[in-house]
């Protein structure tokens, strides 16, 4: 998997590169995190990216060209032809929700081009016309795109081969086919009793099946379908 995040802060992606599963991917060839500031590529004076937006109203726009530019100094073809050989993602609140089989998903490309908003967005033709895909992380607004690449990055490179340090802890987390969409059950470790709270007889009984038919029935539902139990 090759990562390009093009944005105006390249620098913050700096410590993800020192996370450990990220590390992991990285040695083993299966990941690549190359980022693209886009005021190197702008073809406006003084490293400029944005302009107001026709009609008026508050805040800027990142403009058209200044995204294609980009990908074209990166690429080597025309803009609107980069997604016809790899996915291109807009990070925006208007996007599809990144739920974890997107994760999953998106784990199979080969390439996951990731474009950083900032100020009020991108101008729409960067959206018709030069990127493939929308994500949204959830209905809420950041300051920029960056952070949601982040989540993106982080969800889809733990899934990637020998990222994590057992890969059988993907097999039954939050959101699996072995929960069926649900969250996984409560977790506990030493000491048995602190500060008068105990933990769980049944994980202390040594009985496996009492322990397993704890955990399913204290495993969450899927998002939306109600809590947990008590």
Known sequence: M???VFTLFPSWFDWMRAARHVVNASESDE????????RTHTPLRAGHVDDAPYGGGPGMVI??????AALEGVFGVPAERVRETRRVCVLTPRGRQLFDAVAGEFAGEDELVLLCGRYEGFDERVHDHL???????GPYVLAGGEVAAMVVIDAVTRRLPGALGNAASLDRESFSEALAGG???????????????????????GDHGAVERWRVAHAGPPPGRGEPPA
């Open 2 to 4: 090759r990562f390009h």
């Open 31 to 38: 990941l690549q995190l190359l980022c693209h500031d886009l």
């Open 63 to 68: 403009r058209v060209d200044v995204v294609a």
């Open 131 to 137: 990127a493939s895909d929308a994500i949204s992380i």
């Open 183 to 205: 969250t996984e059950h409560p977790h506990y470790t030493r000491p048995a009793e602190f500060r008068g709270w105990a933990v769980p007889e049944v994980l202390l009984s």
